[in-house]
């Protein structure tokens, strides 16, 4: 009964290959997002689906494509890979985009580029 | 623009002793307050938000924070920890006209020892 869950939980790969990231949510929330935690720890944004419709797209390379089939799932394709890109990815979901919802993260996703 | 500072990048303190995580923000508007933990290996759950009223706001689980607008800061406090509450604390804001997106600090780890 996950809330949220991510496939795989680890990813290694080699540099300029190209992989994808699964979410889903069992929530029945309308919102999910995409976020990238570096080495050091730090949290950032990338992406933000309401109803199946972007809302935020951060500066982040077009080498990233997220995509939402419907409204429990966002999954992020990533192509030709580079080192930079490992890193920890979180998806997560709310009600609603709106400022004073609570954000419900999945396990995050390990992704390491050889 | 709106930013999070989490000065203290690891605590250490001993089972039993109070602590507190210190969270500070930048923002020229009106602001919600979180503060979420990540075990290890898991997601990100929210531990409390300040969102309007009273600026001493309360978890579960025996912390607290406290919203001060005139110093911004949104300061973690627990009279007495315990060895479970090690984990990583992120402070997040997001300012009440932005493209709904969450701003996160660098983290905070506390780190409980018997």
């Known amino acids: 009964d996950t809330a949220v869950s991510q496939t795989p939980k680890y990813l290694v790969t080699q540099m300029g290959n190209d992989k994808s990231i699964k979410c889903e949510q069992n929530l029945g929330h309308d919102t999910m997002y995409w976020y990238k935690q570096d080495s050091k720890k730090f949290l950032k944004i990338m992406f933000s689906y309401n109803n199946k419709e972007l809302i935020i797209n951060e500066t982040v390379p077009n080498r990233f494509s997220p995509k939402s089939p419907d409204k429990a799932h966002l999954n992020l394709h990533i192509n030709s890979l580079e080192l930079g890109d490992s890193a920890v990815y979180f998806c997560?979901?709310?009600?609603?985009?709106?400022?004073?919802?609570?954000?419900?993260f999945g396990p995050g996703t390990r992704l390491t580029v050889l | 623009a709106q930013s999070v500072t989490q000065l203290d990048s690891q605590v250490p303190v001993f089972e039993e002793a109070p602590v507190e995580l210190r969270c500070n923000y930048s923002s020229s508007v009106s602001v919600y307050l979180f503060w979420y933990v990540q075990y290890p290996n898991q997601g990100l759950q929210l531990l409390l938000k300040y969102l309007s009223g009273s600026t001493l706001v309360e978890s579960i689980n025996g912390f607290e924070a406290e919203f001060n607008k005139s110093q911004t800061s949104f300061h973690l406090r627990k009279p007495s920890v315990h060895i479970s509450d090690t984990a990583e604390y992120f402070c997040?804001?997001?300012?009440?006209?932005?493209?709904?997106?969450?701003?996160f600090g660098s983290g905070t780890r506390l780190l409980v020892r018997p």
């Open positions: 997560a979901s709310s009600p609603g985009p709106q400022l004073n919802n609570e954000q419900f």
């Open positions: 997040a804001v997001t300012e009440m006209d932005s493209s709904y997106k969450l701003i």
